[in-house]
């Protein structure tokens, strides 16, 4: 097994777009993060979800989210809402987490080091161009290495 | 929404069993990692896939992930078979990340808060008696969240 072999369509977002669309993003794909691409489709980052909702909760919750305990149910059902026409370039940490990339022929094993290396659940598959052309997933890698 | 609203059961995982099972439930449910309980059905601790996948490469591709390509193919693919006999327990790491953990009746701000502080895509519901009574995943407060 390659790369290109375990790799699968995932929607790439760019940095213009807005977070709302990228949350929705991750709700309707089941998705521990999404890959964020250039205009060239080069992936440049990763977009956890956990950064989305890091810009939706306001900074008090962050500190101590007990806090929010303050905030009534109703308030909090909507708090997605503080996403408001903010970008995922935005969303990005200053330090974005960098993707790991691996070549269409990088082997199961190689991919296996990569993601345990990196903690990331995601690895970005790139032509010789350094253009995206798949994902490789941590439960996909699993359901492939682990068939009978 | 409370907790108790927002939360779906998950497989959850105990020490001893053997990380292969693990890896087999990480694969067939689609999920970031793995509630560990103890005796009493009490979360103790989180078991990310990529400790799962960590377990299984040989420790000179994780201090460099290139150097797997010196593997050939046929090798690669079974690298999972490394994991071998050994336990959950083994594959936690001495300073296992905490599960965060909130009531039944935590609002969905509150546990937003708590992914985005903790990173954790993964929430763990508990009783009075701290059991566990589920789990809210980020994939699955998103959607809730962003209903119309």
Redesign the interface.
């Known amino acids: 097994?390659?790369a290109n072999d375990l790799a699968v369509d995932l929607p790439t977002v760019t940095i213009d777009l807005p977070v709302?669309d990228a949350?929705?993003l991750?709700?309707?794909?089941?998705?521990?993060g999404l890959i964020v691409v250039d205009a060239q489709g080069r992936p440049t980052a990763i977009l956890?979800?956990?950064?989305?909702?890091?810009m939706?909760?306001p900074q008090y919750?962050?500190d101590d989210?007990?806090l929010?305990?303050v905030?009534d149910?109703a308030?909090?059902?909507?708090?997605?809402h503080q996403l408001g026409d903010r970008t995922v370039g935005q969303a990005l940490p200053d330090t974005a987490r960098e993707l790991p990339v691996v070549d269409e022929d990088?082997?199961?094993?190689?991919i296996?080091?990569?993601?345990?290396?990196?903690?990331?659940?995601l690895v970005a598959v790139v032509d010789a161009q350094r253009r995206l052309t798949g994902a490789v997933t941590?439960?996909g890698?699993?359901?492939r290495?682990?068939e009978p």
């Open positions: 097994m390659r709302m949350a929705r991750l709700a309707q794909h089941d998705l521990p956890p979800g956990t950064d989305v909702l890091k939706a909760v919750c962050l989210p007990a929010a305990r905030i149910e308030t909090a059902d909507v708090f997605a990088a082997t199961a094993l190689e296996a080091a990569l993601m345990a290396r990196s903690r990331s659940p941590l439960d890698l699993l359901e290495v682990l």
